[in-house]
């Protein structure tokens, strides 16, 4: 098994900044692709970005390409999401996400792993 730790979230005011981190633990040898997912209130959630395992390439939603950028560090076990240009629309609970393969996913059931989430809220 692994665990995922999201951190990070928090109130930020329209055109601010966050990063989010999610630490993982367990059993965490071998290739794992990671996500980012987040979930409004009263909406499904939704794909944000993906990482491989190494980290060569990246996939973003439409809304966030060019304000958001994914980026891990395999020797802390530690994934990120810087969010730059914050929108009130970016306003939800963000997860990551761990699937047991090198190729980074969009969809939601290709991941084994979820955290619990942290909270990001924009102000407008």
């Known amino acids: 098994q692994v665990q995922l730790v999201e951190s990070g979230g928090g109130l930020v005011q329209a055109g601010g900044s966050l990063r989010l981190s999610c630490v993982a633990s367990?059993?965490?040898?071998?290739?794992?692709?990671m996500g980012w997912f987040r979930q409004a209130p009263g909406k499904e959630r939704e794909f944000v970005a993906a990482?491989?395992?190494?980290?060569?390439?990246?996939s973003y939603a439409d809304s966030v390409k060019g304000r958001f950028t994914i980026s891990r560090d395999n020797a802390k076990n530690t994934l990120y999401l810087q969010m730059n240009s914050l929108k009130p629309e970016d306003t939800a609970v963000y997860y990551c996400?761990?699937?047991?393969?090198?190729?980074?996913?969009?969809?939601?059931?290709?991941?084994?792993?979820w955290g619990q989430g942290t909270q990001v809220t924009v102000s407008s």
């Open positions: 996400a761990a699937r047991r393969t090198n190729a980074a996913a969009t969809r939601q059931d290709l991941y084994d792993y």
């Open positions: 367990g059993r965490t040898r071998g290739m794992y692709a």
């Open positions: 990482i491989t395992w190494i980290g060569s390439s990246t």
